[in-house]
């Protein structure tokens, strides 16, 4: 069995890793660095017998991708595939690359379900990998276009191929952006959930559902690629 971890020791430690088929929900207030953590989470379990996929609806895939280079990442080397949501919608006539693929923008979700599917056949089919990780950023976004039931119907099929993939999924939404209906429904594809919230002048975050109960909030702190916490006493 593949076991995923976050790559923040104090979290790993209290799962004891996450099993595979996991989907995750990141959930936050906006300027949480919620972008910076799926970054991070991403390139501390990026090698070479893992791939991972990140759906970007805020930034070009150009730009994703040189967060990772400019930490010392060489991309032509490692498997990761950016779904470019962005580009198109500014009247930009990119082609796809070999780490990016584009589609027309983030209403598009047929479009962005065709780039995500050729990633994964890329990964999984042609080139074996052992682990696989979809990463959407954000799901906030794409609910901006589209109406909850065909976010759901999406969804529906891609945390489904994670699980059948034995992989690891993580999606982020914005908690203030949505009524609790909506994210009561979204929850239901999801086997848990990582909360962030404000503690004072930082945030603290706390992982639910995949241990027996929610472990302790942790305040936290992100330079670069690397994730400090400590356990909040406020929270």
Known sequence: MSVYSLGIKELDDLLGGIREGTNLMMIG??????DELLDAIIYQNLNNDNAAILVSTREPGERVLSWFEEQGMDISTMNIGVVDCVTKTLGMGAPDTANIKRASSPVDLTGIGVKISQFLEEFLVRKKMNKIRLCINSLSTILM???LQTV???LHVFTGRVKAAGGFGLYVVEDEMHD???IATLKQLFDGMIEIKAVGDTY???????????TPWFEYAIEGTDVSLVESGNA
């Open 180 to 182: 609790p209906q909506t």
């Open 204 to 214: 603290a975050m706390r992982v639910v559902g995949l241990t027996s109960k929610p």
């Open 152 to 154: 759901f119907r999406f």
């Open 29 to 34: 207030p906006p300027m949480s660095r919620k």
């Open 145 to 147: 276009y589209s109406n």
